[in-house]
T-cell receptor, first 115, second 113 residues
Framework: SQQGEEDPQALSIQEGENATMNCSYK?????LQWYRQNSGRGLVHLIL?????REKHSGRLRVTLDTSKKSSSLLITASRAADTASYFC???????????????FGKGTLLTVNP | NAGVMQNPRHLVRRRGQEARLRCSPM?????VYWYRQLPEEGLKFMVY????????ESGMPKERFSAEFPKEGPSILRIQQVVRGDSAAYFC???????????FGPGTRLTVL
């Protein structure tokens, strides 16, 4: 599997339900970020979690990071139709000298929230 | 405070023509990154530039692709003699520094006929 691989590839839920997406990666990282991309549009930065953090919240978003398992999850609570989008995790691998500016993206999870 | 600007948003070229994609970073950002997204794929790193310098172009194809970030003006990604396989969305991102969050522009969707 590639660095920053999301699971599942597609997820369809009803409005009001929670959506959980997972991301696995291979190498040690400094930071992990989640982005949202609406169809045919640009990326919107959602949240950044550092390797020394285990959990982070932002509004209806909750991100966890387990560096021992090299995995992260993104939870969207009380989903809305407007949350329909593709969600990507992006990692920056540790390298000498500090953070690696090269973000490595997975293929994304396509979330569909049905009204 | 405008975000990252890219133009054009859509670009159509015939095989063999040149494509020029422009990126203006967020105000105060001097670090620019270009990524390419093929259909149904995630973004792939192409090049990292600071003003007047290419820091890392390890993700750029060896031929036909070039990038610059002059002292004045936007960053330019240039693709010469385009082929159908160059059809993709090209995203630019900028940051305050190499250790900071990258903010993405809306992308340029290149279609090669």
């Amino acid at each position: 599997s590639q660095q920053g691989e999301e699971d599942p590839q597609a997820l369809s839920i009803q409005e009001g339900e929670n959506a959980t997406m997972n991301c696995s990666y291979k190498t040690s990282i400094n930071n992990l970020q989640w982005y949202r991309q609406n169809s045919g549009r640009g990326l919107v930065h959602l949240i950044l979690i550092r390797s020394n953090e285990r959990e982070k919240h932002s509004g209806r978003l909750r991100v966890t990071l387990d560096t021992s398992k090299k995995s992260s999850s993104l939870l969207i609570t009380a989903s809305r139709a407007a949350d329909t989008a593709s969600y990507f995790c992006a990692t920056d691998a540790v390298r000498s000298g500090g953070s690696n500016y090269k973000l490595t993206f997975g293929k994304g999870t396509l979330l569909t929230v049905n009204p | 405070n405008a975000g990252v600007m890219q133009n054009p948003r859509h670009l159509v070229r015939r095989r063999g023509q040149e494509a020029r994609l422009r990126c203006s970073p967020m105000k105060g950002h001097s670090h620019v990154y270009w990524y390419r997204q093929l259909p149904e794929e995630g973004l792939k790193f192409m090049v990292y530039l600071q003003k007047e310098n290419i820091i890392d172009e390890s993700g750029m194809p060896k031929e036909r692709f070039s990038a610059e970030f002059p002292k004045e003006g936007p960053s330019i990604l240039r693709i010469q003699q385009v082929v159908r396989g160059d059809s993709a969305a090209y995203f630019c991102a900028s940051s305050l520094g190499p250790y900071n969050e990258q903010f993405f522009g809306p992308g340029t969707r290149l279609t090669v006929l």
